[in-house]
């Protein structure tokens, strides 16, 4: 992963207020409407936590352990709401989208690539920690 690209790439799409992620969900929920009964609380809180996670995770890049415990955890935690490997890709597709569309002539396809693989190896980290089917572990 080029963490300069992914580092220089949100600052160009890091809106104030959770702009990004509260784009995010519009996307989302337009391409993926059968998602948005899982967010009954309203995604306000939850643009910002995701806004926070993302950054935290670049922070991190560098930290195998932490991302692989951290990121294990998470995605345990997002079994037990349903959440479903497809899911995971139509958040890649739909974050890239609203990264893209803010981005606008300075968003490069090397960026959405970038991402792309940065978004699918975090979705992959999270699905290590879903529990097995046959057997409940981790």
């Not at 160009?12 to 207020?17: A, E, I």
């Not at 519009?26 to 950054?55: C, H, N, W």
């Not at 352990?65 to 958040?91: I, Q």
């Not at 893209?100 to 396809?109: F, H, K, L, N, Y």
């Amino acid at each position: 992963m080029n963490k300069n690209l992914l580092l220089h790439s949100l600052t160009l799409v890091d809106l104030p207020d959770d702009g990004l992620t509260v784009r995010f969900y519009d996307i989302l929920f337009e391409r993926y409407p059968a998602v948005k009964p899982m967010f009954s609380r309203g995604t306000r809180q939850q643009a910002a936590m995701l806004r926070t996670a993302i950054v935290s995770v670049l922070d991190h890049l560098d930290d195998e352990e932490w991302l692989a415990s951290t990121l294990g955890a998470l995605g345990a935690r997002h079994a037990g709401m349903g959440v479903t490997e497809p899911m995971y890709a139509a958040v890649t597709e739909c974050m890239v989208a609203a990264m893209s569309e803010i981005g606008g002539t300075a968003w490069t396809p090397a960026m959405s690539d970038e991402w792309t693989g940065a978004l699918t190896a975090v979705a992959g980290l999270m699905m290590s920690g879903y529990p097995d089917a046959e057997t409940g572990a981790a």
